[in-house]
């Protein structure tokens, strides 16, 4: 696989694996409310109980397990911002020539 193909969908693939990650940790955060190893919440305040710790358990985890797919997505957004800072110093040299 050539390496401009490898990062052609790199923030689509980083996206999706952090909402995957995202809905693990919320999987494992509500066995573990329904199970009562973890306390539930007050007041029916459940679900946002668990959706905030699921993104407090998964903000490390993604920094950690997805650092490849990070990467590439970086590579890949600096290649466009090349692109198009090269696309615009070509517009402001045609201008200045006319």
Same mark, same amino acid.
């Given at each position: 696989?050539?390496?401009?193909?490898?990062?052609?969908? =790199?923030?689509?693939?980083?996206?999706?694996?952090?909402? *995957?990650? &995202? @809905?693990?940790?919320?999987? @494992?955060?509500?066995?573990?409310?329904?199970?009562?190893?973890?306390?539930? *919440?007050?007041? *029916?305040?459940?679900?946002?109980?668990?959706?905030? &710790?699921?993104? @407090?358990?998964?903000?490390? &985890?993604?920094?950690?397990?997805?650092?490849?797919?990070?990467?590439?997505?970086?590579?890949?957004?600096?290649?466009?911002?090349?692109?198009?800072?090269?696309?615009? =110093? =070509?517009?402001?040299?045609?201008?200045?020539? @006319?």
């Amino acid at each position: 696989m050539s390496t401009a193909s490898s990062h052609k969908y =790199a923030s689509l693939r980083y996206t999706a694996s952090r909402i *995957g990650l &995202l @809905v693990a940790c919320f999987a @494992v955060v509500w066995v573990l409310c329904y199970a009562h190893l973890i306390p539930i *919440g007050v007041n *029916g305040s459940n679900i946002f109980w668990m959706l905030l &710790l699921a993104l @407090v358990i998964s903000g490390p &985890l993604s920094f950690v397990l997805l650092r490849k797919q990070r990467d590439a997505m970086s590579v890949q957004i600096s290649h466009r911002v090349d692109r198009a800072k090269e696309r615009f =110093a =070509a517009n402001a040299g045609q201008e200045d020539g @006319v």
